[in-house]
Nanobody, 122 residues
């Protein structure tokens, strides 16, 4: 059983930066693949980024490549999403999730956080 709590969302102007955090509890997740997703108003939840155990592999949605960076601190059971050069279309609720099975890339996620709101103004 894993519990995930996101934080770090807020209001920023276009071109600004935010760093989201996802803290895990209930067990360590150093062996889990971790992902970030987002959902904008009226839109389907979409994939943003993913990072493997040991930070060996990462992947990003085309829309955020070059602007967002995923990382993890397994000592503190935390995964981060550094978001730079933010655009208005990045406005969404951001969720972190833990992969449900081994393999790369993951095809399913077993645990989800409650989400944190990111709003980018123009």
């Amino acid at each position: 059983q894993v519990q995930l709590v996101e934080s770090g969302g807020g209001l920023v102007q276009a071109g600004g930066s935010l760093r989201l955090s996802c803290a895990g509890s209930g067990r360590t997740f150093d062996s889990l693949t971790m992902g970030w997703f987002r959902q904008a108003p009226g839109k389907e939840r979409e994939f943003v980024s993913v990072i493997s155990w040991g930070s060996i592999r990462t992947n990003y949605a085309d829309s955020v490549k070059g602007r967002f960076t995923i990382s993890r601190d397994d000592v503190n059971n935390t995964v981060y999403l550094q978001m730079n050069a933010l655009k208005s279309e990045d406005t969404a609720v951001y969720y972190c999730a833990a992969g449900s099975a081994s393999g790369w890339p993951p095809r399913a996620y077993a645990y989800w956080g409650q989400g944190t709101q990111v709003t980018v103004s123009s």
